[in-house]
């Protein structure tokens, strides 16, 4: 087509291969456990959105199930990969942190001088941590705070208490632990996860590599590099590893690799999704030009709309959604950056009706 370029002519490509690869197309029969399993981490610090990002790849899960598969230990709530919490398996939360934890503790270093932390403190802060939840206890961050204060380490001095808990994280002492009502509490990491996997570092950086591309292609080097947190050296050195097992594709001078697989299928009916904010669809590449336009773009981040939930046709980003929890139903509000066609509106409708479903109330569309 007259005045696109080939990375935009090729976007639907990628937009639909994402799709499949993600589980979003083609929903797996599986538990929560078995999805973040194949994407290995899912950004989760808005934990609603969180669930709906792992719902949204179940063929008929609830936000009960994966409530309850948290509270259970089956899936872990933890910092690595990058300064931000992150849905984990416990058999891969050990290597996770391992390979990943000191790249988010270089990121966060300089805030961490500037609150007074050192090396000295987080060693207390985290043997009173590790202290407190022995035996199975499960604690709050607020009740945790109080222990810490009371062996006197200061926590109330700027984001001084989050930067200890995320700490305590990364140095595999502490995981989330069930849900106490709505507070989240903490648990010992070796009592939720026992069995976790350790690697050396080079079969690490392999097996990240690995699953990063099967699950997230297509997908360039520097997009692995951005999600993953690792250097450019390292993501580079484990693409080397596994690329024998790839496919790849160039445009405009940038590679693309993905799974050996046969094309998605394509009958011409649009296919919609409506996507939490910081859905492993949106936040797994640094480049999002192949699922969102630069016209639609300008509209979503000039917006302030980092944040938002967004509206997925046929891979691409064509709007936003909001979303209201009340008693007896959820109302749906849409808001399209183009104009939508019959059929377009109409998939949009049923990927609606599919969150109602998940949240088990009918739903109200706007």
């Known amino acids: 087509m007259a005045g696109r370029s080939r990375s935009q002519d090729a976007g639907p490509d990628i937009a639909r291969l994402r799709l499949r690869n993600q589980r979003i197309d083609g929903a797996t029969r599986g538990e929560a456990a078995d999805v973040v399993k194949w994407l290995v981490a899912v950004q989760a610090q808005d934990f609603a959105g969180a669930k709906w990002s792992l719902g949204l790849r179940l063929r008929k899960a609830t936000d009960s199930q994966i409530e309850r598969a948290f509270n259970e230990g089956a899936i872990l709530r933890t910092h ?42 987080f060693k207390r802060s985290n043997a009173a941590l590790a202290k407190a939840l022995q035996g199975g206890q499960h604690l709050t961050r607020s009740e945790l705070e109080e222990v810490l204060q009371k062996v006197g380490i200061a926590t109330d001095v700027g984001n001084r208490m ?86 790849h594709v160039v445009l405009d001078g940038q590679a693309y690799w993905h799974p050996k697989s046969r094309p998605p299928h394509n009958d011409g009916s649009p296919t919609a999704h409506l996507l939490s904010n910081y ?88």
């Open 80 to 121: 690595l990969l990058r300064p931000t919490w992150h849905f984990v398996t416990p058999a891969d939360i050990g290597w996770l942190l391992a390979l990943t934890a000191p790249r988010v503790h270089a990121a966060s270093a300089h805030m961490v001088r500037s609150l007074e932390l050192d090396a000295a403190v």
């Open 162 to 247: 989050a930067y200890l808990m995320m700490g305590a994280e990364l140095d595999g002492v502490i995981c989330s632990g069930p849900r106490r009502g709505k507070q989240f509490t903490y648990a010992l990491l070796e009592d939720r996860a026992p069995q976790a996997k350790t690697m050396e570092r080079d079969e690490a950086l392999a097996e990240l590599s690995r699953r990063y591309f099967a699950s997230r292609g297509p997908a360039t080097v520097q997009d692995f590099a951005k999600w993953s947190g690792l250097t450019a050296a390292d993501a580079g050195r484990g693409l080397e590893v596994v690329q024998h097992g790839l496919r």
């Open 279 to 366: 859905d492993e669809y949106i936040s797994s590449y640094k480049d999002r030009s192949a699922i969102l336009s630069e016209e639609h773009g300008a509209l979503l981040w000039g917006r302030g709309n980092a944040l938002a939930y967004v509206i997925v046709v046929d891979g691409l980003i064509v709007g936003t959604w909001k979303r209201a929890l009340m008693r007896d139903s959820v109302v749906i509000e849409t808001n399209p950056f183009r104009r939508l066609t019959h059929a377009e509106k109409g998939a949009i409708t049923e990927a609606a009706q599919r969150y109602g479903r998940f949240q088990d109330l009918p739903v109200s569309l706007l």
